[in-house]
């Protein structure tokens, strides 16, 4: 008996699908795929394969559909589990964009996403950011630090050794990012004018200042003292998070001075407050060379 083909037509079943396509471009390094190694795994014809998707943008446009399908929670973030829930979704990131080959290069390089697969994984994480209070643009903005934060670092993975291990990362990342109250403090007048580094500045501060590298943690701390003044409301409170709880895991002696001294820094521009930087307080004072502690009696002072 003949089968019936995906054409109507009596003879072989279809040998082709999206599903297949995308199947097919997972089974190696698709920063590297190209149009014919595809045709040639799935055993059709370049020409076959064309009716079925314009070009390579395409094929990664169903690989992205497949991808974002892996790796977002089956549940709606809301007010109790949105904490969760992000790191539920960087965490399978990890694993799923780290099993295909390329994948995390390919998503951390400037390219044009797929507005309907990507477009709902940004959604369901703004999602979560409101949920946890930011207002519509600080939820955005979070999401952009965030995605970037993720991929990159995966991209990264294998290549910088001076790369935190991703759970550190991830927690020192979202310690800066999450509980951000947008509105400004009553004594905003006297704060320095809101301006802003940018995202792609900020991500970079995020990194060195979780990297296993001292030197770039420290000279992370020395832009951060330069740069004080160029920092938005937002901008100052993700540093100052990232600063407070980096030196409390700190073991070098000398980046803990550049940390404490940023966090001086930072404070001068009224645009953090204490819960910001609260695990500042688990830094014992007897762990703090003695010519640091005015840095740190300093701050205790000032915000507890």
């Not at 000398?254 to 940390?259: A, D, G, K, M, V």
Request: charged content about 25%.
């Amino acid at each position: 008996m003949n089968s019936t083909g995906g054409n109507g037509r009596p003879g072989r079943p279809a040998r082709l699908s999206r599903e297949r396509i995308a199947e097919a471009a997972l089974q190696g390094d698709v920063a590297t795929l190209t149009m014919r190694e595809l045709a040639t795994r799935l055993g059709v014809s370049h020409s076959s394969l064309y009716r079925w998707v314009p070009d390579r943008d395409g094929v990664l446009d169903l690989v992205s559909g497949v991808m974002v399908e892996r790796v977002l929670p089956e549940d709606e973030p809301d007010d109790e589990n949105w904490r969760d829930w992000l790191t539920r979704l960087a965490w399978a990131m990890h694993d799923e964009f780290l099993a295909v080959p390329g994948y995390a290069a390919h998503v951390a390089r400037p390219h044009r996403h797929h507005p309907e697969s990507f477009g709902r994984l940004r959604g369901r994480a703004v999602a979560a950011f409101r949920a946890g209070g930011a207002d519509v643009r600080q939820a955005e903005e979070n999401w952009t630090v965030f995605g970037l934060g993720v991929v990159r670092w995966l991209a990264a993975t294998g290549n910088a050794p001076e790369e935190p291990p991703f759970g550190r990362y991830l927690d020192t990342l979202l310690r800066g990012l999450l509980d951000q109250d947008p509105t400004p403090p009553s004594a905003a007048p006297s704060a320095a004018p809101s301006r802003s580094i940018g995202d792609e500045h900020l991500l970079a501060l995020t990194r060195n200042l979780t990297s296993e590298s001292a030197k770039v943690r420290e000279r992370a701390c020395e832009t951060i003292c330069d740069w004080v003044r160029s920092f938005d409301r937002r901008e100052v409170r993700t540093l100052a998070s990232l600063l407070a709880s980096a030196a409390v895991l700190e073991q070098d002696e000398t980046c803990l001075e550049s940390e404490l001294n940023a966090l001086g820094e930072l404070s001068v521009t009224g645009l953090f407050d204490a819960a910001d930087i609260a695990t500042l307080r688990r830094l014992p004072r007897d762990s703090v060379r003695p010519a640091d502690v005015e840095h740190l009696d300093n701050l205790m002072e000032e915000y507890f």
